[in-house]
Structures are given as structure tokens and as C-alpha cells.
């Protein structure tokens, strides 16, 4: 800006110079003519009256100076002139000056050089005796007088131009940095031309409707991010090139990264065929959807492109850990397949034994032997469903199960009178040792926990071995302890016996019956009274099992 009013002043400056010296030029010049006119009127009324009375020996008698004297008789004869002899001299007759002289007593006429240098001013006066004297004077012309000062002229030209251009310089500067000055923040604050006042209120009105926009953005951006960073699912943007435009926590923690550069390419984090194959599908336009596995995890990717006048302007994934329901869908068959193994044992005996007496192949005596064998079946059937369904209820996980106020020494009592005649039959010496100690839970379920816990515990045992169940109140828990002197857990095993159906070892379970669903049961209900479980087991030397129930809550 400051150029161009630098330019604009300087041209200004550049044109009135030239002007004003042609101006001057041509006043100088008529001015130049008026005066050699007024100077030629006056000396041709002194001379025509010097030759009224003394004739043509007054013009003789005149010394040669500028001024062209000539002296016409009436018909246009030359009868004397100052510069040239009047025997050369052509008839003067039809000049200008000398028809308007005889006309009217008094002529002029102006005639220029061929080269336009020079200018003749003749001026002519009639006599007394009707003759004619003529005045002529040569002078230069506006031409000849411009171009006798151009020297001069470019002198004052160049210093006129310098002043020009240091005033234009300084003007502009001076113009613009009230401009430059303006806080563009509050330009209504500016102290400046006030013919810029409309403009500047114009940028105050528009920098507020900026500033909203920035903060509505800046908000929805904010709401945005605390959205997507909460997450547990993973959401990445990508533009058309694949580059990520956002990543939010939980795609970070899916894909194992800690950051994700700015402008990082998509297929840097993940590497992985089907992870290329999806996101090149997306961005073709497609939608795809993918599982990998990585790190022992199982992973859903979705894919969507986005697109906007039919072309993929971006494409937004989504990942999801679907290994929790994997893992249930893999329990759930495995459960499906134990339980039909399991139920298919005793329904098979039973189905084969009933077989047999209906066929009569079994003696009058042997009867009793094989209805007691049915029995037992049936009783083993029937505690396995009911293992089946209190299970079921524990996976379900209900939150809205009533709890109440209980005293799981009350409980260890009870449990342990249901064990009596069971231990005595093993010759098991049964150690209670218990303290007041109360907690919120379910009834049923604690005493289902700490009797599969003492059953397994006389079941593995060693005859004449013992069980400890006791129960100890401390300032921030209640544990529970079932501890025996039995046959151990490997350690190689000790991880797994929680599981649905696991037994041991075949030489283990073949000896011991069981469902394989006891210690299942604890670990759901310690899971439903938010307690945990430890273990300390020793093959060949028994096998301490802790119950431990947080009383933060209570």
C-alpha cells in the first residue's frame, strides 16, 4: 500500500512539473510578444512623425538595429528598407499588415520560420501622405525559448523530481502507519481517518463473529474429544490419504501405541494383512469389517468411508475387544460339551442298568444291588443339574440380589454339622475354629461357597487326615480358611481348577466322584460378594484355599 501511494503521489508531483513548465514556457513566450509589441507601436508613431517633417532622410540617417524598418508607397512599392536593397525587394502590396494599414490606418500580422525557431512581429501604420511604415521585428519563438532552456530545465527537472520523491516517500509513510498501528483485535479503539471509521467497525463486527465461531468450535472440538477419549471402543479418522486426522485412548491402547503422531500414516500402527486389507478397502469405498488376533486378544475393525459428491473424502474405523465375549462364546461350547459329557455318564448307567431289568436278565437277588446303583446315578445326576442351575444364577451376576447382614460363623457351623458323617466315614477329623464375624451377603450362596470348599476338601483327602475350617474377623476383612491334609494340587494345574469340569488328573477323579463344578461355584460367588480367592497347595501334603471379603464397603 505504501508503493502505491508512494507511486500515485510521485506521478501527481511528476505531471503538475511538466505542466507548470509548459504554462511557464508559454507565458514567457507571450509575454515576450506583448512587449515587442507595445515597444514596435511606440517606435513606429515616433518615426512617423520624425519623417512627416524631415522625410526619407530621417530613415537614412538611422543607424541598422533590430527593428526592421520599411517604407511602401501605395501601390504596394518598396521605397526604402533598413536591411535589403528595395531594387530586390518584391511587391508588398498583398501583405497582411499593409491591406489592414490602408484599410483601417493601422495593420499586424505575426509569420513563423520554416523550422517554427523563430517568429516575425510586423506591425504597420498609415502616414499622412497615404504611404505605408512597416516595423518588423524577428524574436524567438515558445519553441526556441524551451529548448534554449533545457539545461536548465532538466537541472530543476532532476533536483524537483529528488524533493518529489523524498516528499512522496515521507507522505506515504506517514498515511500508512496509522494503518499499520490498528490492533486488529479492538480496531474499534483505533484513533485514525475517519473516513476508515466504517471499515474498522465493520472488522470489530466480524472479529466477534469470529471469535463465537472459534469458541463454538473450540467447544464442540472439546466435547468431541471428552466423548471419544471416554470410550472404551476405539475411533480413529482418517483424511483420503489414510493419514490420521484423530485417534482417541482407546484405539491407542487397542493398537499398543502410546501416541500417534500428527499426520502419521494409518498403516504405520498396525501392520497387519487384515489390517491393510480393510483400511485399502475403506478407502476404495467400501465398507469392511475385520477380526485379528494380537497379544493373546481378539479385535473387531469396522470400516466406513466417508464420502462426499461420490468421492472418499475419509474413512472412520472402529475397533472393538470382543475377547470377553469370545471367551464366553468359547465357554459357552465348552460348557455345552462338559455338560453333555457329564450328564451323558450317568443317564447311560442308568439308561443300561434299567435295560437290563427290563430284560429280566438280572437275578431275584442281584435286583436291590442294581436299583441302589440307579439310585446313586440319579443322585449324582440330580446333583449335578443342581450344580448346573446354581451356576447358571451366579452368572447372571445380579446386581439387584438382596444382600443381608450375615454371620458366616453361624454358617461355618452349619456347614460343618452337614459334613459330619461324611468326614466320619473317611475318618476325617473336622477343626472348627471360628469368631463373630458379619458381613453383607447372600446366605445361601456363602454356605454353598464354604461347603464345596470343606466337601473337596474331605473328598481329596487322606483317611485319617483332618480339615480346618476357620473363620477370623480383621479390622478391614473377614477370611475365610478351608485347609487339609489330602493329596495336593500339581502346580502345573493349581491355575485351572476353578474352571467349569476341570478335574485334576483322571487318576484323581477316577477314584473321587464329582461334578467338577465346586470350586467353579466359589469362584462365582466370590465374585458376586467381591472377594478373592488364594491358594497355597502342595502334592501329596494338602491344600489351604482362603476366602477373603473385603469390608471396605460396609
Not at 504597420?124 to 505605408?132: E, N, P, Q, R, V
Not at 473516513?195 to 471469535?211: D, Y
Not at 464354604?450 to 476357620?470: E, F, H
Not at 494345574?493 to 466322584?513: A, H, I, L, N
Request: some cysteine.
Amino acid at each position: 500500500m505504501t508503493k502505491r501511494i508512494f507511486r500515485a503521489i510521485f506521478n501527481v508531483s511528476l505531471l503538475i512539473l511538466i505542466a507548470s513548465t509548459f504554462i511557464l514556457v508559454a507565458f514567457v513566450g507571450d509575454y515576450n510578444s506583448n512587449q515587442t509589441k507595445e515597444a514596435m507601436h511606440a517606435d513606429a508613431v515616433y518615426i512617423a512623425k520624425a519623417m512627416e517633417t524631415e522625410g526619407i532622410s530621417y530613415l537614412e540617417q538611422l543607424p541598422k538595429q533590430n527593428q526592421r524598418i520599411t517604407w511602401i508607397d501605395t501601390d504596394g512599392t518598396v521605397l526604402y528598407d533598413s536591411y535589403v536593397d528595395v531594387s530586390q525587394m518584391e511587391n508588398h502590396g498583398e501583405r497582411e499588415e499593409v491591406v489592414e494599414a490602408l484599410n483601417t490606418g493601422r495593420g499586424e500580422s505575426t509569420r513563423h520560420s520554416t523550422t517554427l525557431a523563430e517568429k516575425t512581429e510586423n506591425y504597420a501604420i498609415k502616414l499622412s501622405d497615404g504611404t505605408i511604415l512597416r516595423l518588423s521585428v524577428t524574436s524567438l519563438s515558445a519553441l526556441s525559448i524551451f529548448l534554449s532552456m533545457t539545461q536548465l530545465l532538466a537541472l530543476v527537472l532532476v533536483i524537483a523530481l529528488i524533493l518529489a520523491g523524498f516528499l512522496a516517500s515521507k507522505t506515504s509513510k506517514s498515511i500508512v502507519k496509522p494503518l499499520e498501528n490498528v490492533d486488529l483485535e479492538h480496531p474499534e479503539q483505533a484513533e485514525i481517518y475517519d473516513e476508515m471509521a466504517p471499515f474498522l467497525r465493520r472488522i470489530a463486527v466480524q472479529n466477534k463473529l469470529i471469535n463465537k465461531q472459534m469458541q463454538d468450535r473450540q467447544r464442540r472440538q472439546r466435547e468431541f474429544e471428552t466423548i471419544t477419549e471416554n470410550m472404551q471402543e476405539g475411533l480413529l479418522v482418517l483424511d483420503a490419504r489414510g493419514e490420521v486426522l484423530s485417534c482417541n485412548k482407546g484405539a491407542r491402547r487397542l493398537l499398543g501405541v502410546d501416541r500417534v503422531p500428527e499426520k502419521e500414516n494409518v498403516f504405520a500402527l498396525n501392520r497387519t494383512e487384515g489390517f491393510r486389507r480393510c483400511i485399502t478397502a475403506a478407502l476404495a469405498g467400501s465398507h469392511e469389517e475385520v477380526t485379528m488376533e494380537s497379544d493373546g486378544r481378539s479385535y473387531q475393525l469396522l470400516a466406513n468411508p466417508v464420502t462426499e459428491d461420490s468421492l472418499v473424502a475419509g474413512v472412520v474405523l472402529l475397533l472393538f475387544d470382543n475377547t470377553e465375549k469370545a471367551d464366553r462364546e468359547k465357554l459357552r461350547r465348552e460348557f455345552t460339551a462338559n455338560v453333555s459329557h457329564e450328564l451323558k455318564t450317568p443317564l447311560t448307567s442308568i439308561s443300561g442298568f434299567a435295560e437290563i431289568m427290563k430284560n429280566g436278565m438280572v437275578k431275584a437277588e442281584d435286583v436291590p444291588r442294581f436299583a441302589n446303583n440307579i439310585y446313586e446315578e440319579a443322585q449324582r445326576l440330580i446333583s449335578m443339574v443342581q450344580d448346573i442351575i446354581q451356576l447358571s444364577r451366579l452368572d447372571e451376576a445380579q446386581e439387584n440380589v438382596e444382600k443381608t447382614d450375615v454371620d458366616v460363623a453361624l454358617i461355618a457351623e452349619t456347614v460343618a454339622k452337614r459334613l459330619e458323617t461324611q468326614a466320619a466315614q473317611k475318618k476325617i477329623k473336622f477343626h472348627l475354629e471360628t469368631e463373630t464375624a458379619v458381613l453383607s451377603g447372600v446366605p445361601h450362596v456363602l454356605e454353598e461357597m464354604i461347603y464345596n470348599l470343606c466337601d473337596n476338601a474331605i473328598r481329596y483327602n487322606k483317611d485319617n487326615g483332618s480339615v480346618t475350617l476357620k473363620v477370623e474377623k480383621h479390622p478391614d476383612d473377614i477370611t475365610v480358611t478351608v485347609a487339609d491334609t489330602g493329596i495336593g494340587i500339581p502346580y502345573g494345574e493349581q491355575e485351572r481348577v476353578f474352571e467349569r469340569f476341570y478335574r485334576v488328573s483322571r487318576s484323581r477323579s477316577k477314584d473321587v466322584d464329582g461334578t467338577g463344578l465346586g470350586l467353579s461355584i466359589v469362584k462365582h460367588g466370590a465374585m458376586l460378594h467381591n472377594a478373592t480367592i488364594s491358594m497355597d497347595s502342595e502334592p501329596g501334603k494338602g491344600t489351604e484355599i482362603r476366602l477373603i471379603f473385603s469390608l471396605a464397603e460396609k
